[in-house]
């Protein structure tokens, strides 16, 4: 008979939660966005409000409002080329940060630019126009203060927590899971407009397009080229800049590609830490906005996150390959039909989290998976057209 012992108890004990602190942000978020529809709505009550959006015949000037960044700009492109059909004897002008309009220079559907600089309407836009249109699709309530400010008697945008109440017409709900083209056409729709563009398309001229081929010459990048970019607005949508690096060592040795590397002046970091993990990185050096546009276009692949630059390469009809983590494929993801999203299902995605303390989505994306899909589309190049 083997004598009992003492009882042995197990303890199991449940890893701390890191993203408690960010839960109750969010719900305190939600909150505040809640109060706020309750105290914008009585004084939407009394605005000025029209029936319905004017004729093409009554707007000699139209104001496109955009307060965000690069990709949502080029993802614009279609509504803007709708505008310019309907509106055809209109003024357009697009108001920006001074980055993402950068986009539009070159653009034929825009007359002309004006840069925001900060949360102000530049006073000589007020008083100035006959339709103004604020593209923003979620809560953020700059863009629709900037358009109550020009004084339109046309006022239009996306209805979510009391933004409305800026507008003289209906709002158009902003859904959550719908893409962002798709949105913009509900807004323009809305207003009477055709939807008849259905992809992003950006502009160069001749001269920045032979700057971009004598820099690649320069940096010897022959065909095919690929430009790859680890960077994107939110930590959380980054993949490692060393699994990248793991992409173009691939690529280089497999596929004979000459792989740029591409970052913002705020992503340096990355840059380094890609380019010091693959020697066969090249690096074309800082860039405008302008300049990278270019390097893209001359590209025959763009690998990278969700990001401005990405949606740039859609626009060009270069066939891309993006890793995508916590980002919603059903709102952000390229259409083109030269466009490839890697991405794991997991429980918690798409979570749009800025922010994350396992990063499961992306760090089970390996290296091999990118390279073999990057390998695939440059062995079946597809024009330019049918890209986007």
Known sequence: MIPSGPSVRLVVTRPHDRMIGDSLRSTARSVCLALRACVLHPAGLFRHRESRPPAPSRVGRLLVIRTDRLGDMALTTPAL????????????????????????????????LVTLADRRLPPELAGRFDLVIDLTPDEDLRGALLARATRARWRAGFARAGRQTCFSLPGVRAERRRHILDLNRDLLVS???????????????????????????????????VAVHPG??????????????????R??????????????????D??????????????????????????????????????????????????????????????????????????????????????????TCLRSIDAEEVAQQAAAALQAPMPREAAR
């Open 81 to 112: 080329a709708d505008l310019r059909a309907h509106f055809r004897k209109a003024e357009i002008t697009v108001l920006a940060p001074a980055a993402p309009l950068e986009l539009l220079r070159e653009h034929p559907a825009i007359d002309h």
């Open 270 to 359: 990355l840059r380094e830490r890609l380019c010091a993990a693959s020697p066969d990185a090249l690096v074309p050096g800082p860039l405008t906005v302008r300049q990278m546009m270019a390097i893209v276009a001359a590209c025959d692949l763009f690998v990278g996150n969700n990001s401005g630059p990405l949606h740039i390469a859609t626009a060009f009809g270069i066939p891309t390959v993006s890793v995508m983590g916590p980002t919603d494929p059903l709102r952000f993801a390229p259409r083109g039909g030269a466009d490839r999203v890697l991405r794991h299902e997991l429980p918690c995605s798409p979570c749009q989290r800025a922010r994350c303390w396992h990063h």
């Open 191 to 225: 207003l009477g407009v055709p939807p008849k563009s259905a992809a992003p398309v950006l502009h160069l001229g001749s001269e920045e397009r032979a700057w971009a081929s004598g820099r690649l010459a320069a940096l010897g990048a022959a065909a095919p080229r």
């Open 251 to 268: 690529l280089t040795e497999r596929e004979g590609a000459a792989c740029i590397v591409l970052a913002g002046p705020d992503e340096t």
């Open 232 to 249: 994107g607005h939110y930590a959380s949508q980054r993949w490692a800049p060393e699994r990248f690096a793991e992409v173009v060592s």
